[in-house]
């Protein structure tokens, strides 16, 4: 089956300072993977996009600058978030989209990132 | 741009009496994926239920929902609530300009009581 996993589960870092989180899809290719975050008490909000052969797209509020985004291959994508702040915590998923199709995107279990 | 609303942040109920969750949307889009998410506790988001459909039932563990074009909806709903039932439920959507993407709604805390 189609598994998402995510690293680290759960990160502590300074302010200020930065932190790398890992997506791996196994077990499919991933054409496209999605990077949300969930601060405190919120919904999911959409980060940015990684689509195969195409450049990073980053929704509003987001940058490339922030939030910079690697995905070397089709099972593997990392985020970085950098100069980390308090609005920085929460839960940060990735999601991916399987190279046959349909319309369901795969979670991860999710990076918890705590600021102090 | 895509958007979904959900009208209740929090809904308590009684274990064995009816649920209903709102879910409404917007989109430019003819042809969208509706979604419900559930998340336990210190969990990831698990996709409850999906449709593409006009007007068809999709069911899954006791929950349904219908997908209605005309009034943009897709109500989650459930006869008789359990305890276990007692999560954070997301409503979802992934319009066709970028189904590889979900814009979510706020999120509605569902607590199921004896």
């Known amino acids: 089956g189609a598994l998402v996993y995510q690293y680290p589960r759960r990160t502590i870092c300074k302010s200020g300072t930065s932190m790398r989180m890992e997506c791996q899809a196994v077990g499919f290719q991933a054409t496209s993977v999605a990077w949300y975050r969930q601060s405190p008490q919120k919904t999911f909000e959409l980060i940015a996009l990684?689509?195969?052969?195409?450049?990073?797209?980053?929704e509003q509020n987001f940058t490339q600058e922030k939030f910079p985004i690697s995905h070397p291959n089709l099972s593997f994508s990392s985020m970085t978030v950098l100069n980390a702040y308090l609005e920085d915590r929460g839960l940060y998923l990735c999601?991916?989209?399987?190279?046959?199709?349909?319309?369901?995107?795969?979670f991860g279990p999710g990076t918890r990132l705590l600021v102090l | 741009g895509d958007s979904v609303t959900q009208t209740e942040g929090l809904v308590t109920l009684t274990e064995g009496l009816p649920v209903m969750l709102n879910c409404t949307y917007q989109?430019?889009?003819?042809?969208?994926?509706l979604f419900w998410y559930v998340q336990h506790l210190n969990e990831s988001p698990r996709l409850l239920l999906k449709?593409?459909?006009?007007?068809k039932r999709t069911e899954h563990q006791g929950f349904h929902a219908t997908l209605h074009k005309s009034s943009s909806s897709f109500h989650l709903q459930k006869s008789s609530a359990q305890l276990s039932d007692s999560a954070l439920y997301y409503c979802a959507l992934s319009g066709m300009s970028n189904y590889n993407v979900l814009y979510f709604g706020s999120g509605t805390k569902l607590t199921v009581e004896p």
């Open positions: 989109t430019i889009y003819s042809n969208p994926f």
């Open positions: 999601g991916a989209r399987a190279d046959w199709g349909g319309d369901t995107q795969y």
């Open positions: 449709s593409f459909t006009d007007n």
């Open positions: 990684s689509t195969v052969n195409s450049a990073i797209k980053y």
